[in-house]
């Protein structure tokens, strides 16, 4: 089993959250419980890097939602990045693009997150 592993780096003011393996209903509770403390402990920018996720279920989708949806809140801004092949193809089918704010690279969503604070 490939294991969901949970890693968090700093860019400037973002925190990144790396996700890699499987996310499945367990695994995507760890990340809902993850991201809701990083943003009750006053992250206003985090990045979640799908790069490495190798699979995951719709109770992945939801923890995200929850997660955006306490981001949003909080006054926070919560992005994904490098959503590639299947993992993008389901977000694709669940016809989640629009609802999250996806960048094709960590880099480009840096800029974007580090990025002069006009609304």
Known sequence: MNALSIGQTRAGGVCIV???????????S????????????GEKSILVDLGAVLYLTSAAFRALLVATDEAERKAAKLA???????????????GLLDVFAIHN????ALKQLAGPHAS
């Open 105 to 108: 690279s960590r880099e480009e």
């Open 18 to 28: 790396t996700l890699s393996g499987r996310i499945d209903s367990t695994s995507a």
């Open 30 to 41: 760890d990340i809902m419980a993850e991201l809701t403390r990083l943003i009750s402990s």
């Open 80 to 94: 994904l990045c490098n959503l590639a092949g299947h993992v993008r193809e389901l977000f694709e089918m669940g």
